[in-house]
C-alpha cells in the first residue's frame, strides 16, 4: 500500500517540557519492559509473551473505549492504514524475537534503535516541515554514539549467525520506523489513539500467534509470579498505556524529533538491568548519557526564521 502525504496532514508542534517529559517516561517504562521480558524467558517463550502482551493490551483498550463511550467502528478510511500498520507491528516483534535467537541482547539493542535514522530519513522525504538539519543530524549521530558507548563497543568478530541476527534486528528497526511515519502520513493522523492502537493489536496477535505455532513455542510449566507480573507489566501499562500515550504524541508532534528520544529507551534499559539482574554498568555509560543528552538537545534545536 502506498500512502503518500497530504494537505490534510497537522503539522507538527514544537516539542515543549510537557512533551519531553511524557517521551522520558515512555522511555523509562519501554527500558524496564526489556528486563520483564528477560524475568518471564525462563517460564514463557518470547512470541507466546508477545500474544498475550497484545491480547491483553487488546482487552484493556477496548474496556477504555467502552467507558469512555469512544467510537471505534465508525467509517472514517482508516481501515487499509490500520492492517498495514498492524501487519507492520506484528512484523516487528517477531524480527525482534527471533533476532534475539541469534545475536546478543546488548547487540540487539543497539540495531534494533536504528529506528530513529529510518523515521529522521523517510520524515524528512516524505512529510512536509519535517527536514532535518545538519546540526540536527549531528545531534542523532550523537545520540547513536551514545547508545554505542553505553551499550559497548560490538566485537567484530562475530559469527554469520550474529550477524544474521543483527540484520533482523535492523530489519524490526525500519518496521518500527515505517509504522510511526505511515502512523504521521495516513488517515490514521486524525484518528483516535486508541483506534491506531487497537489495530496494531487486533492484527498483531495472530500475526505472533503463527510465528509461535511455526517455531513450536509452548510452555511446560505453569509461570511463576515473576513471569505473570511481567506479562501483567507488558500487557497493562506497556501495551495498554504507554502505546496509546506515544500514538497521541506522534498526531501532534514532529515523528522524526519524537524517534529521537527512544535512544533513551536503552539506557534506562541498562540501568533497570543493573538495579533488577545486576547487569555491571560499564565506565563509558557516565559519557554516553552527556551524549544523549546533548545530541537530543540538537534535534530538538527550534529553527530560526
Same mark, same amino acid.
Request: glycine fraction near 10%; aromatic fraction near 10%; charge should be positive.
Given at each position: ?15 515543549? +517540557?510537557?512533551?519531553? *517529559? ?35 493490551? %487488546? ?18 478510511? *482508516? ?11 506484528? %512484523? ?10 541469534? *545475536? ?19 520524515? +524528512? ?7 532535518? +538539519? ?24 562475530? *559469527? ?17 520506523? $515505517? ?96 538495579? $533488577?539482574?545486576?547487569?555491571? $554498568? ?8 552527556? %551524549? ?14
Amino acid at each position: 500500500m502506498t500512502v503518500r502525504a497530504s494537505e490534510g496532514v497537522p503539522s507538527a508542534k514544537t516539542l515543549d +517540557s510537557t512533551a519531553v *517529559t511524557i517521551m522520558v517516561m515512555l522511555c523509562m517504562s519501554w527500558g524496564l519492559n526489556q528486563v520483564a521480558v528477560k524475568l518471564a524467558l525462563p517460564d514463557v517463550p518470547p512470541l507466546i509473551q508477545g500474544v498475550v502482551r497484545s491480547s491483553g493490551g %487488546l482487552l484493556m483498550v477496548m474496556v477504555w473505549v467502552w467507558w469512555r463511550r469512544i467510537p471505534l467502528l465508525t467509517r472514517d478510511g *482508516t481501515l487499509r492504514a490500520g492492517l498495514a500498520v498492524g501487519l507492520l507491528f506484528g %512484523l516487528e516483534f517477531v524480527l525482534v524475537f527471533q533476532g534475539l535467537r541469534f *545475536t546478543t541482547a546488548s547487540r540487539a539493542g543497539l540495531f534494533l534503535y536504528t529506528a530513529p535514522f529510518f523515521v529522521a530519513l523517510g520524515a +524528512s522525504w516524505l512529510i512536509p516541515g519535517e527536514k532535518l +538539519s545538519a546540526l540536527q543530524w549531528g545531534g542523532l549521530l550523537l545520540c547513536f554514539a551514545g547508545l554505542v558507548a553505553a551499550i559497548g563497543v560490538p566485537d567484530p568478530h562475530v *559469527t554469520p549467525e550474529v550477524l544474521f541476527g543483527d540484520g533482523l534486528l535492523v530489519a524490526a528497526g525500519a518496521a518500527w520506523a $515505517i509504522t510511526t511515519l505511515l502512523i504521521k502520513m495516513s488517515r490514521l493522523a486524525t484518528a483516535r489513539p486508541e483506534k491506531t492502537l487497537a489495530y496494531q493489536l487486533a492484527v498483531s496477535v495472530p500475526v505472533m500467534a503463527l510465528g509461535a505455532l511455526v517455531m513450536g513455542e509452548h510452555i511446560n510449566h505453569a509461570p511463576g509470579m515473576v513471569a505473570l507480573s511481567s506479562l501483567g507489566y507488558q500487557a497493562f501499562w506497556i501495551t495498554g498505556l504507554t502505546y496509546v500515550i506515544w500514538f497521541g504524541m506522534v498526531k501532534d508532534y514532529s515523528a522524526s524529533r519524537l524517534s529521537a528520544f527512544t535512544f533513551l529507551s536503552p539506557l534506562f534499559g541498562v540501568v533497570a538491568g543493573f538495579v $533488577i539482574l545486576g547487569d555491571p $554498568i560499564t565506565p563509558p555509560f557516565a559519557a554516553a548519557v552527556a %551524549l544523549v543528552v546533548l545530541g537530543l538537545l540538537l534535534v530538538n534545536r527550534p529553527r530560526r526564521a
